[in-house]
């Protein structure tokens, strides 16, 4: 089984900043690599969009909604963080992480999604 799991989420005031992980598990050999992590949102009435996603290669591109508040980072090969600063009742959303993966049988290329984390943005 591969696993995603999202933590970090919260309830924080206007201009607060929080912290997002993401970590894939797996049975041991089971992913032959990770092509790319991607922190997705959608906040109430609103569609899903992409707010921020890093490559194997380490290329990183953002959502246009972001607007330059949040870094996408690989802390380790299996965890990747989403450090979001000066957040605003807008960002009120739930994240989700996905992993895009290639599993080592039948060597084929899959995305795994977490259960997502609310953040919550309120005075």
């Known amino acids: 089984q591969v696993h995603v799991v999202e933590s970090g989420g919260g309830l924080v005031q206007p201009g607060g900043s929080l912290r997002l992980s993401c970590t894939v598990s797996a049975p041991s050999g089971r992913i032959r690599g990770i092509n790319v992590v991607n922190w997705y949102r959608q906040g109430p009435g609103k569609e899903r969009e992409l707010v921020a996603g890093i490559t194997s290669s380490g290329v990183i591109n953002y959502g246009d909604s972001v607007e330059e508040r949040c870094t996408i980072s690989r802390d380790n090969q299996k965890t990747v963080a989403l450090q979001m600063t000066d957040l605003a009742p807008e960002d009120t959303a739930r994240y989700y992480c996905?992993?895009?993966?290639?599993?080592?049988?039948?060597?084929?290329?899959?995305?795994?999604w977490g259960q997502g984390t609310q953040v919550t943005v309120s005075s």
């Open positions: 996905v992993f895009d993966v290639t599993l080592s049988y039948p060597g084929s290329r899959r995305s795994f």
